[in-house]
Structures are given as structure tokens and as C-alpha cells.
């Protein structure tokens, strides 16, 4: 059975296209040229459950199935038309919630999570330094041990949420080799002395997210915020990154979905030489192009989705997460180049909807590992020698 095939399924994506269209949506193409983060829209967003699907009772959520998070994701995708805002919810849960459910010991859990899922706490993951990226080892933001805990001091960039988070998710060095146990994670109230907001970068796309820097100097840290223990830094990250990789890419099936039903649309209305453009097969075909690959990444995700669960280890399905990731990125690109054709010029005015979508597209290719690097590890997880 196909996802589409799901009466549950199909239920919940059909309410949350409503409730965002509803509760969500506003004036999405203002906000994206002013670069608004709605603070308002992100407490209504977690008020609508959306924070905690696939998250435990115990915290206040609701403790089901991730093909639910899919489904509900992808109706707000297309409901919203808010790329931004609904990639900062749905990277706090995979990348950071996801995170402490599998990796964080209970007083951690207890403390953040209500507040995560409940709209309190709004997030960043502090990974990214200006020196240091894929290479997780050449990370430079230190922390000390001491006798009551840590020392955390350095820098994040280019860190989605910065600017607006109260709370971070930071990964720091707690040795100084080149060890799988010398990276640690803690989490940061950013009102803590020596915790700052830094520098926000303005950006191309997903503009209703805010991008900047986190600064720590000498921030003192409790030994019980040192999330999964020191060392546990690369099975944090494993489980982080690798939830990214497998499911935020939902985001993309309401834009996609958008794009194919308004395209098909416009090629039956626009008319040009006494036919609509339909009836051209170089239009039909890109329409064709855009249904097959839609179909196709809705049905990578929600199995994708099934193979995890309610949240298990992504470990053991780190290739199939670097494939998802890999297609689905590549493929929501094209389907928005192709949505800019159809439309022709009209689709190069800012309040349009397919040139924010292809905005908000490009960077899906570069986060939570660029195509080089998923490539490198699906190689690499086959057996080839990469380095």
C-alpha cells in the first residue's frame, strides 16, 4: 500500500493542510522578503501538536509513529507555503529532540523536553564554526572539565535559529585528538552569563528562519547538561544529523505537491497559439517530470519513516538516510525549476510562490551533509575504500 493509500495517513496530512492554511499561512511572501521569524506562529505551531508527534508522553507528546510526523509535516508544507518556519520545526525535532529522546539521560530529558515540545524553548543545534563543518575534528569551541562540571568557550556559525533561541544544543571538544570520544554535547540557556547571540546573516532562501552565530565565553555548564556523557559527542551527532537526513527533507512534499497542482493548473488555462499549454508536449512533459518525482520521494519518506519507527537508532539505517537525502534534495530542486518554467515570467516576481520555493529549495543540497558528502558516505557504507 502506497502512503497515499492510508485512510489514517491520508486523514492526518488532509487535517494539517487545513489547520496550516488556516492558523499558519498569513502573509508568508511579506515575512519571506522581510525576513520575519514569527515567534507568534512557531507557539501556535506547537500548540497544534506539531513539536511533539513522535515524542514520548512522559514530555507531553503524543508517542506516535514518524510516517504521523511525515504526514503531518507534508500537509503543512502544502497548507503554509512558509519554507522557512517549517523547517525550524521540523529540524528542532529531528535534529535536537530526536537527539535527546535517544541519546539524553533523564534529568535532561525531564528538564528540556515539556519545553521543547510545548513551545517554550524554542532551539538551535550548535555544531557549525566558521573553520569547521563536515570536519567534525576541526572543531575549535572548547570545554573544560572541572570539579563542578564545564568551561564551554568559542563560537557557532551559520547556525539556523541563532538569533531567536533560548536554548542551544552544543557540541564542543572535550579533548583535544583526533578520538571518536573527544566531541561532547550540552544544553545551553542562551540568558546563561558568558552565553550570546551573535552576528545574523541575511540570506537567499528559507528567510522566515533566522541564520547567525552563538558565543559562549566561559560558560559554566552542569555535569548532568552533558548530553548521552563526555565523549558521547559523534553518537549524538550519528543520531542528530542522521534523523536529518532521513525525514527533514518532509518539508519538501507540500511545496513539491503545491508546484505539481498549480502547474497542471496553469498548463490547462494558459493559452498560447489557440491551445492551452498543456496541449505543448515540452510543457506536459515537465508536469509528468514534476507527478514522477513527488511520487517517488513520498514514497522514499514515509518508508523511510517506517523503518524508524517511533524513533529508533538511525545508526543502522545511515545509508538509507544519506539516499533519502541525496534524492529527495536533488529532486525538489528540479521539481521547482520546473514549476519556474511553466509559469514563465510571472514565476520571477517575489510574490510568487515558485521562485520562494526554489529559494528555500537550494540549501536541502547543502545541510546535514552536502551531496559530495552523502555520496563519499553511501560509497563508503558499500564497501569502497573512501576516504
Known amino acids: 500500500m502506497q502512503p497515499w493509500e492510508n485512510r489514517e495517513l491520508e486523514s492526518i496530512r488532509k487535517e494539517y493542510e487545513t489547520l496550516a492554511r488556516d492558523q499558519l499561512a498569513g502573509d508568508a511572501p511579506a515575512r519571506d522578503r522581510s525576513g520575519e521569524f514569527s515567534s507568534e506562529r512557531w507557539q501556535k505551531a506547537a500548540d497544534l501538536g506539531l513539536l511533539g508527534i513522535c515524542m514520548p508522553e512522559a514530555y507531553g507528546g503524543q508517542a506516535r509513529p514518524l510516517s504521523h510526523f511525515v504526514a503531518a509535516f507534508e500537509g503543512v508544507g502544502d497548507g503554509c507555503g512558509d519554507g522557512g518556519f517549517i523547517y525550524a520545526l521540523a529540524s528542532q525535532v529531528l535534529g535536537i529532540q530526536m537527539a535527546l529522546k535517544l541519546c539524553g539521560g533523564d534529568v535532561i530529558k525531564r528538564k528540556y523536553l515539556p519545553g521543547l515540545i510545548s513551545g517554550k524553548w524554542t532551539s538551535a543545534h550548535g555544531f557549525t564554526e566558521r573553520s569547521s563543518g563536515s570536519d567534525a575534528y576541526s572543531m575549535e569551541t572548547l570545554a573544560e572539565e572541572t570539579d563542578a562540571g564545564y568551561l564551554l568557550t568559542g563560537s557557532k556559525c551559520y547556525i539556523t535559529n541563532a538569533p531567536d533561541c533560548n536554548l542551544a544544543m552544543v557540541f564542543a571538544r572535550t579533548a583535544k585528538d583526533r578520538s571518536p570520544f573527544a566531541l561532547s554535547v550540552f544544553m545551553i540557556e542562551m540568558d546563561q552569563k558568558g552565553a550570546s547571540h551573535g552576528e545574523t546573516f541575511e540570506k537567499l532562501g528559507m528567510r522566515t528562519v533566522h541564520m547567525g552565530e552563538l558565543k559562549f565565553d566561559r560558560v559554566e555548564i552542569p555535569k548532568n547538561h552533558c548530553v548521552g556523557g563526555t565523549g558521547a559527542g559523534m553518537t549524538v551527532l550519528a543520531e542528530s544529523t542522521g534523523y536529518e537526513r532521513a525525514l527533514l527533507l518532509t518539508t519538501a512534499l507540500g511545496p513539491m505537491n503545491r508546484a505539481v497542482k498549480q502547474c497542471i493548473a496553469r498548463a490547462r488555462e494558459r493559452k498560447q497559439f489557440g491551445r492551452p499549454i498543456g ?32 524513533g529508533r537508532s538511525i545508526r543502522r539505517f545511515a545509508q538509507d538516510a544519506a539516499i533519502t537525502k541525496l534524492f529527495v534534495s536533488e529532486k525538489f530542486i528540479e521539481t521547482e525549476m520546473d514549476a519556474m518554467q511553466v509559469f514563465g515570467v510571472r514565476s520571477y516576481l517575489l510574490e510568487h510562490f515558485a521562485q520562494q520555493d526554489l529559494r528555500d529549495a537550494l540549501s536541502s543540497t547543502i545541510w546535514a551533509g552536502t551531496d559530495e558528502t552523502l555520496r563519499n558516505t553511501i560509497a563508503k557504507l558499500a564497501g569502497l575504500p573512501v576516504l
Open 279 to 310: 496541449a505543448f508536449q515540452g510543457v506536459s512533459s515537465r508536469v509528468a517530470n514534476m507527478i514522477v518525482r513527488q511520487r517517488i520521494c513520498r514514497t522514499v519518506l514515509y518508508d523511510m519513516a517506517g523503518k524508524l519507527g517511533n
